[in-house]
């Protein structure tokens, strides 16, 4: 039982290229979220989803987009990476919008 | 909207000092309230939550937090902290009003540094 995974842990890119960051949980809930977290902030929500093939906006979604095509897969893209999306992003998931956060180990992400 | 605020972004305290994190959120309606701890290097894990019932909570570690309604807290205490105890806390509040959108909200978190 793995929990919830992220691939990739770190990653460097270059201002105006683009990446997916997978997430991936194996507790069949249907609930799962994107943060991203910088220092000072907490934690900020930027997509979530509420079953497969839903998604739904949080409260910094500009410049990312996501897709919930498989109940255990919550993708997150960027298109266009700026140095602004430099930041720690990490994927929850949870059984009900009431319940606690399952959280994955985070992705380093830095761009250039 | 919906805000959670931790008003101490740093603590330095010695091993065997007592512990008191606050946290205050803007809600008037029903919460759910969480502490997550995250120590250097991991991901954020579930210290304990209040959902209903006695106000006094006791989670893991021997971490314990306070529901005050009337003062919208949730403060997080321990009464003798250990070296690794060493983490960055974090105070979140999800509203149970499917107005607010059933969103969990993060405070913007404690460092807590342990001297040994």
């Known amino acids: 039982n793995a929990g919830v995974t992220q691939t990739p842990k770190f990653r460097v890119l270059k201002t105006g290229q683009s990446m997916t960051l997978l997430c991936a949980q194996d507790?069949?809930?249907?609930?799962m979220y994107w943060y991203r977290q910088d220092p000072g902030m907490g934690l900020r929500l930027i997509h979530y989803?509420?079953?497969?093939?839903?998604?739904a906006k949080g409260e910094v979604p500009d410049g990312y987009n996501v897709s919930r095509l498989k109940k255990q897969n919550f993708l997150l893209g960027l298109e266009s990476a700026a140095p602004s999306q430099t930041s720690v992003y990490f994927c929850?998931?949870?059984?009900?919008?009431?319940?606690?956060?399952?959280f994955g180990p985070g992705t380093r992400l830095t761009v250039l | 909207a919906q805000s959670v605020s931790q008003h101490n972004h740093h603590v330095i305290l010695s091993e065997a000092a007592s512990l008191e994190l606050g946290c205050n959120y803007s809600?008037?309606?029903?919460?759910?309230l969480f502490w997550y701890v995250q120590y250097p290097g991991q991901h954020l894990q579930l210290l304990l939550k209040?959902?209903?019932?006695?106000?006094l909570v006791k989670g893991i570690k021997g971490f314990e937090a306070e529901f005050i309604k009337s003062k919208f807290s949730f403060n997080l205490r321990k009464p003798s902290v250990q070296w690794s105890d060493t983490a960055e806390y974090f105070c979140?509040?999800?509203?149970?009003?499917?107005?607010?959108?059933?969103?969990?909200?993060f405070g913007g978190g404690t460092r807590v540094l342990v001297k040994p």
């Open positions: 929850a998931s949870s059984s009900s919008p009431y319940n606690e956060q399952f």
């Open positions: 507790m069949n809930h249907e609930y």
């Open positions: 989803s509420v079953g497969e093939g839903t998604t």
């Open positions: 809600y008037g309606g029903t919460v759910n």
């Open positions: 209040y959902f209903s019932g006695d106000p």
């Open positions: 979140a509040v999800n509203s149970l009003i499917k107005a607010a959108g059933n969103k969990l909200t």
